[in-house]
Structure formats: C-alpha cells, structure tokens
C-alpha cells in the first residue's frame, strides 16, 4: 500500500509539474516576479548611464519644422551637426519612407560620407514556440533603396509577451536572404563591442533600468539645431535620434511599467547600455527549466518521504532557501535567470503531499501496526514503530534473528496436587515476568505453547547483537525465582517474517529452518540448561561466552552432527 502510494503519487506530481510548466497563469506570475527583480537590481545595483544620449522629435520640434512626417533636410541637419560634434554612433530610429524622398540623394551622400550611421529596417515574421521558438521572416520594410548600399541597418522590432510587457528581443534573425542583426546591435558592433556570442542566443533580456523619459540625458531636435548644448556634448557618445510624439503609437510597457510607459527610442537607448555594459540576460533555456523540476521532484520526494514531519519542515525550508539563493545569485552576478515561482510551488506541493501523506496515511498505519504487536512487543517498541512506521513490513521478509524456547520441565508431575487454578495464577505470574525480561530486551514475542513459549530477537525492528540479548535475557529468566524448572533452547539463523494466517486470522511470525532448529534445541534441553547453536555463540562476546560447554548432538532430523553449547543451570543456582 505504501510503495503503491507514493509511485501514484510519483506519477500524479509528474503530471502536475508538467501543468505547472506550460499554466499561462503561472508563467504570467513568473513574469512578474521576474520584473520584481530588475527594480530591485536597480534600486540596489543602478547603472551609469553616460555614454548615451538622446535627440528627441517632440510636438514643439515637428511645430517648428512644418509638420509630420520631417522633411529629408531636417534628419541631413542633425546627423551633420551630430557627426561634426564628435559623436561615435548615431542611430536613427525613423521610419523614412520612400514616399517623401526628396532630399534623398543629399542624405545618401551623407551616409557615404561616415560608417557610424545606423537605419531602421521592420521585419514581419511568424514565430512558432515549442521546446525551441522557429522564426519564419515574411516581408522586410527597409530604408529606400538609395540607401542600402551606403548604410548599415538592423532591425526595431520588439515582441511584447502575452502580458503585453516588452522583456526580450531577438538580437540576431535568420531568414534565407541572410541575417538581420538588431538596430542596437548594429550599433553596438560597429562601436568595436565583440558580440559574437549573441548569435547563440534566441534572445536577450536587456537589464532595463528605469522608467520616465530621463533615464539618458535628452535634448530636443530643435536645440540641436539651434546649438543649445554643453560644448564636447555628444563626444564620443553613442547618439539615438527618435520621437517623443504620442500619435504615432511608439509607446511601450517595460518591466518598469508600472512607473511609465517608454517610448521606443527609450527601450533602444537601455538595450544598447545593456549590450555595451555587456549586463543584459540570459533564461535558462526551456529544457533546462524542465530537468530542474525533475531533479527537484526526485531530491524532495526522496527527502520528504523519508523523513518525519518535523525533519521534512527542516529540509523544506533549506531547500526552498538554497534554491532561491541560487536563483538570486545567477541573477544578480552572472545575469542569468532560472524560473523561481514554479519551482518553488514545486518543493512546496511534494512538502504538502508528504505531509498529507505521513498525517492521513502513515499515522493511520502506525496506529494499526500498534494494535497488531500490542501483544508481542515492549511499549518502548511500540512507541518507535508508531513513530517509524516504514521500518515495519508486514508482507514477508527474510531478516536474521535469534529464536528463543522456553518449555518447562515436567509440568504434568508439577501439577499433580495442584488445583487448576493456582496452576494457571503461577503460570499467568511466570509468562508475565517472561515476557517483562523479553520486552526488556526488545525481544518479540511469537506465541505461548501451553507450559513453554516462543519469542525472537531482531524483528520486526533491527536489535543490534540480538543473540547477546537473547542471551543475557535466558540467564535473567533462569534467574526468576519460581518452582518450575525450564529448559531454553536459543538459535541464529536466516528466517521468513511476517503476517502469517488465513483471511480471518494472521499473526506475525517467523518461519524457517533457524526456528525449527532452535525447537529441536529446547526437546533436548535438561532442566536449568540453555542450549545455543554455533551461529549464536560465534557472535557473543567473551563475556557472554563464560560457562558455555562445546559439545556435539545427533539431531533427530538431520544427517550430521550439530555443534552446540550449554550453560548448566542457566548460569545461576537455581
């Protein structure tokens, strides 16, 4: 019943963590909790954000230069005065259609001229998730065609999860014409930043740091063109030229969302501190998640269900503490994030299944395990298998012992001149003491023979040197001080316990040829004598060993002759 439970409950777990792996739900919270965390890295950890500015195209800049969208003249201006001012990088986060293209060859001139000019491309692509995410590139919107030859370019594209909150991007897209690498990407690379290892990722998580619009230091289109900046301003700095213009639908959710939304040029100026500061993200990869589920649910069942109650509460709280300062320590050292929710209610489901199953069920088998050995065993003993029920199997074993006869020596001529009653009183008081010197001991007690009894040492629970104690428990019980006299055979051997009987009735006892020798020792017992098998007596101690006379028997029943040993008169006068 036991073994079957837990491998439902195995199998039942498995089926769980599978659900839990793919619950919409629960992913939507592990997004959350994977925000929670960038705040707090930028509350304890913030970045130094100086090498990045922003030109915006605000309503007041597209006021002043006639309308939406700006004419070719405008975006020659800025990069112009950009390029004179010593910037290193200039990315242009526009759209320029091939509709407006007056001005166009001025500005290809101009692209000509410098090769730190990037262009925004928009791919349209189909994206198939599984265990892996397949990117298929339908159509590709690019500069005009003027400009292809004399720019560079990368993609804006940014893919919101199902909660709508941009958290990724994928920095390099195949399709069959070739790659597509993205805008800030671009940018970053022709900076001399080695980003060779993006290409075996399928994204980054950019290590966004902050909400607002002034994260980078911002100046307008038109005071960039009216000169009105710090001299040595834009030296050396990595430039992003975008629009702060709210009917364009450039607005986005960040981890950060909860504080403002970002518009897109923003999200590019934080991907591009975090490719630059080489700080961005990496998730454990789908299969990765997987296989930490599956090692937690084999290293918590094995813990759980093996421990106590108060032990398992022990390991719980350890292994829900290590693995979230592992989680913390990849994400604020090394940039890697690995699920935390999920795996965590995971620890937590295998915690409350073992609970249930050690207060339902082992309790309850602890209980009637209790009621089935009241009869055979000390209440020390009791106690232990109550608390340790799993230490108890009832359906066979093989366990080696150590049997123990007691038979009392001419009963019938003891009885004679006896009344029935004051036999039985005296025979009620010695088993009584018996069976108080064998529970002492943490003998078991198998059954009463009439005028004798059986018990044996090292089942149901494990006796260390349990022929010592039956042993030592013989002399004490020679020792008693009744009329009778008592022959006591002892033998160690290999034997079947466990629950033997019909469907209306089974008691717990032993069976093998260790017990059936151990009766033939008791039949040839004198009185006052212990009879023990060299099995026995080769493991007692010296100690133990005094008194004992070697001597060899024809057992009825057997070819050869049997070594044994007896103690005349138990040891003690009787």
């Known amino acids: 019943m036991t073994v079957l439970f837990k491998r439902v409950f195995v199998i039942v777990l498995s089926l769980i963590a599978l659900c839990l792996f793919y619950f919409t739900p629960l992913s939507y919270i592990e997004n959350k909790v994977y925000d929670c965390l960038m705040i707090l890295r930028q509350v304890f950890f913030p970045d130094n954000v100086e ?89 590709i919107e690019k500069p005009p065609a003027l400009f292809n030859a004399q720019v560079e370019t990368g993609h804006i594209n940014f893919i919101p999860d199902r909660d709508g909150i941009i ?18 990407v671009r940018m970053a690379e022709l900076a001399g930043v080695d980003l060779s290892a993006l290409s075996k990722q399928s994204r980054i998580y950019p290590n966004f740091i902050g909400s607002g619009h002034q994260i980078f230091p911002e100046i307008s289109m038109t005071d960039l063109l009216h000169g009105n900046y710090q001299e040595d301003y834009f030296t050396d700095k990595f430039v992003l030229i975008g629009t702060h213009l709210a009917g364009l639908g450039d607005l986005y959710m960040t981890p950060f969302s909860a504080y403002g939304y970002l518009y897109g040029v923003e999200i590019h100026g934080q991907v591009l501190h975090s490719l630059l500061q080489k700080n961005y993200l990496s998730f454990m990869p789908v299969q990765g998640n997987f ?27 350890i292994f829900i503490g ?55 065993l000390s209440p020390a003993v009791l ?58 001991y943490q003998g078991t007690l198998d059954k009463y023979l009439g005028d004798g009894l059986m018990a044996f040492f090292g089942s149901p629970l494990a006796v260390p040197e349990h022929s010592t104690a039956a042993v030592r428990a013989a002399r004490e019980i020679m020792n008693l001080s009744f009329s ?33 020798l151990a009766a033939r020792f ?21 100690q133990e060993k005094e008194g004992f006379i070697r001597n060899e028997m024809e057992i009825r029943g057997l070819k050869e002759k049997v070594i044994i040993y007896k103690l005349l008169n138990g040891g003690h006068k009787q």
Request: hydrophobic fraction near 45%; charged fraction near 20%; aromatic fraction near 14%.
């Open 51 to 139: 090498k990045i500015i922003i030109i915006i195209i605000d309503d007041h800049s597209v006021q002043e230069a006639g309308g939406w969208p700006l004419s070719r003249d405008y975006y020659h201006k800025m990069l112009n005065r950009l390029q004179e001012e010593g910037a290193a990088v200039i990315g242009l986060d526009v759209i320029l259609s091939a509709r407006f293209n007056k001005g166009d060859e001025e500005l290809a001139g101009l692209f000509a001229d410098y090769n730190n000019i990037v262009l925004p491309s928009v791919l349209e692509f189909k994206i198939t998730r599984g265990l892996s995410e397949e990117i298929e590139v339908i159509d």
């Open 484 to 516: 009778f006299k008592l022959g006591i055979g002892i033998n160690t051997g290999s034997v079947i316990a466990g629950n033997i009987g019909s469907s209306k009735r089974m008691d717990y006892t032993i069976i093998g040829d260790a017990v059936n």
């Open 322 to 376: 290590v693995y979230l300062i592992t989680a913390l320590y990849l994400f604020y050292q090394h940039y890697f994030y690995i699920n935390i929710l999920i795996p965590l209610l995971l620890i937590s489901l295998v915690y409350a299944g073992s609970f249930l199953y050690w207060y339902l069920f082992s309790e309850r088998y602890g209980k009637e395990l209790v009621k089935l050995f009241s009869r055979y």
């Open 291 to 317: 296989f930490i589920l599956v090692f937690l649910i084999l290293i918590s069942l094995t813990t759980f269900f093996r421990k106590k109650p108060a032990e398992s509460r022990f390991y719980f709280f």
């Open 167 to 184: 958290r990724s991007l994928y920095p390099l897209i195949e399709a069959e014409e070739g790659s597509y690498p993205a805008f800030t």
């Open 383 to 440: 106690q232990e298998i109550q608390q340790n029920p799993e230490k108890v199997k009832l359906g066979g074993v093989k366990a080696n012992v150590t049997v123990l006869f007691i038979d009392i020596r001419k009963f019938t001529a003891y009885t004679e001149g006896r009344g029935s009653v004051e036999v039985v009183d005296e025979l009620n008081d010695f088993f009584s003491e018996v069976c108080d010197v064998i529970f002492q």
């Open 522 to 542: 008791v039949d040839i017992a004198a009185a006052g004598e212990i009879i023990i098998g060299q099995n026995s007596f080769r493991i007692l101690n010296s």
